[in-house]
T-cell receptor, first 109, second 114 residues
Framework: SQQGEEDPQALSIQEGENATMNCSYK?????LQWYRQNSGRGLVHLIL?????REKHSGRLRVTLDTSKKSSSLLITASRAADTASYFC?????????FGAGTILRVKS | DTDVTQTPKHLVMGMTNKKSLKCEQH?????MYWYKQKAKKPPELMFV???????INESVPSRFSPECPNSSLLNLHLHALQPEDSALYLC?????????????FGEGSRLTVL
């Protein structure tokens, strides 16, 4: 069963704009991960944020984690057409990594 | 490019066929995973191997049979599949099981069951 729920389900923006995706989860976690999937391809790990961290940056990516609200957000700044993909949050559930429903991002050039 | 290699990239099979999906990694990872992904859905865990032993089976039907011949290889044997089994099958690996670390995914095998 899904641990995380994401919103929006789909997001369409212009190149250069920022994109924000949100993830909510149900149980206590020790970390949360974000992955990107280009259409029909494998998933690529973007960033991992631990439960004792509130914010983490990697290039144009900024991730926040609010454990009191059981939520996380992924911000992509200055988006590019190449950022068009599906984005999934993932949380550990025992020995399993469970993926949220995902957000489909389309960046128009 | 990914360090996890899956073959074949595409597979079409009939319901009476027997086929196999293969996955290989040379990162020294000791945990390997099979996920199934339907269109516009998240990946769903099927099996996990840890140190070449089956650790998790998510109540997958027996027409899917995993095998881990050694620490670098993971197979998924397919027999008597149904059309609803058509999906993208993703292999992944991680350093070890249970530390909730990063998963490295292959590009997937797109399976169509006729």
């Amino acid at each position: 069963s899904q641990q995380g729920e994401e919103d929006p389900q789909a997001l369409s923006i212009q190149e250069g704009e920022n994109a924000t995706m949100n993830c909510s989860y149900k149980t206590s976690i020790n970390n949360l991960q974000w992955y990107r999937q280009n259409s029909g391809r494998g998933l690529v790990h973007l960033i991992l944020i631990r439960s004792n961290e509130r914010e983490k940056h990697s290039g144009r990516l900024r991730v926040t984690l609010d454990t009191s609200k059981k939520s996380s957000s992924l911000l992509i700044t200055a988006s590019r057409a190449a950022d068009t993909a599906s984005y999934f949050c993932a949380t550990p559930n025992g020995n399993k990594l469970v993926f949220g429903a995902g957000t489909i991002l389309r960046v128009k050039s | 490019d990914t360090d996890v290699t899956q073959t074949p990239k595409h597979l079409v099979m009939g319901m009476t066929n027997k086929k196999s999906l293969k996955c290989e990694q040379h990162m020294g990872h000791r945990a390997m995973y099979w996920y199934k992904q339907k269109a516009k859905k998240p990946p769903e865990l099927m099996f996990v191997y840890s140190y070449e032993k089956l650790s998790i089976n998510e109540s997958v039907p027996s027409r899917f049979s995993p095998e881990c011949p050694n620490s670098s290889l993971l197979n998924l044997h397919l027999h008597a599949l149904q059309p609803e089994d058509s999906a993208l099958y993703l292999c992944a690996s991680s350093q070890v099981l249970g530390r909730a670390g990063e998963l490295f995914f292959g590009e997937g095998s797109r399976l169509t069951v006729l």
